[in-house]
């Protein structure tokens, strides 16, 4: 029976690594050359800005962190610094692994988590938006001493909540975050800070329309 089992999953894990590398390296780290302690190395750390922001982790994704090119393109990533696996894993590139790109992805990872099926109503450029905003990420936000966060007029922003945000970001265009990020740190701050999305979360689990809840202005 159990090597039954051990066949089953090893076909699994090979059907798997056809479709998507990544997947098959969250199940197997060791089977693409990641090793706990030297060179690259697997990892689950808890964050304290995604603690802060919600008070609490739901998720504990496992976090494939490369120190090589080459190691990151065999996991099947590209000229991004890092990407989330969904609510399972994360994988940081080589210049993505760092705090502020590491949360940047966990707070994917924790999201979605909280989400659950309901994670499909939220459009991309929430998605990424709340992601800036909960790593502090100074590319694309001032600091939240200054109040307003937005690093360009919300009237140029705001047109980012009717894009196509996969068309937008081709080709590794990064502006569009500059215009989620504000949009979502301002509907944010207006509607009670953490607590807002914390509530959005419950709406939206609970069958609401996220255009109605959220309702940005533009």
Known sequence: MALAVVALIGVAVGTVALVAPAVAATACPQCYGLSALDGSIYTDPDDERITRFYGTRMSHPRVLICAAPACYRR???????????????LMLSPVGANETIATHELSHVEFHERLGSARGKVPHWFDEGLAVLISDDSRYLKPSSEGDRCRLPYEQA??????DWRAMTAGGVDRPYLHAACV?????????????????????RDGADFQTTVAVPR
């Not at 000229?79 to 399972?88: C, M």
């Not at 705001?158 to 894009?163: E, G, L």
């Open 158 to 163: 705001s047109p980012i909540v009717d894009s």
């Open 184 to 204: 979502v740190s301002r509907w944010t701050s207006a509607h009670g800070g953490p607590a807002a999305v914390l509530d959005l979360i419950a709406r939206l």
């Open 75 to 89: 996991l099947g990533g590209g000229g991004e610094k890092g990407q989330a696996i969904r609510n399972w894993s």
